[in-house]
């Protein structure tokens, strides 16, 4: 009888061990997991209070077991938990980062497209504001402000300046400017000048139809008078 005792108590004192070692290794998981510095010492203390069942009687090994498994349950239990919490909020931080991005990216998407139907309004008044070469009455001559006003009243307020840029290097606002050498004529000089007779047979005299001639000249060969004085300002020509 009495040997049999010590082998039950030695039974239940390994047991007792096996338990707390695997209790204090899930511990050591939940520490790292909840940001825990619990030291050394202190699962070396568990070890050594659950060692002490060892002095159960043998009729109550089974409690014992039921209560260790138990308690290892539990802290599994705790470290999952700590886990899926940090999960969770990871992939709340996340989804708060995307949502930012696609409000931003929606927002910009939106004020480009304000600002390109603003251009586009403003564009369409300037155009309809437009007046062309046959609302000017003929004159026998004109001065360089009054060709100009001429110009800003047909050409859109947003082009005018490339427009008068191209005006400038060409014939400095002189109607009746002729290129001794080629010939070439007028406002724009044009070559032939005859050309601009396609808009008007007083080409020659009327500053007003050259503008219109050298207005759909720029709008057809390079979309705008900027895209032409673009154009002008890399060949110095156009």
Known sequence: MLEGNRVSRISVRGFAVASATAVTAVGSVVGVASGSTAQNNDAEAAATDLTLLADIP????????????????????IAADASAKKDAEAAARKAAAETAIAKKEAAEKAAKEAKEREEA???????????????????????????????????????????????DHESDWNYRAVNPSSGAYGLFQALPGSKMSSVGSDWQTNPATQIQWGLNYMNERYGSPCDAWTFWQANNWY
């Open 121 to 167: 309004r403003e564009e369409a008044a300037s155009r309809s504001s437009v007046r062309d070469a046959s609302s000017f009455a003929p004159q026998s001559s004109y001065s360089i402000s009054e060709i100009q006003a001429m110009a800003r009243s047909m050409v859109p307020s947003a082009q005018f300046q490339c427009f008068s840029n191209i005006v």
């Open 58 to 77: 043998a009729g109550q090994q089974a409690q014992v077991q039921t209560a260790s498994l138990t308690q290892q349950a539990n802290v599994q239990a």
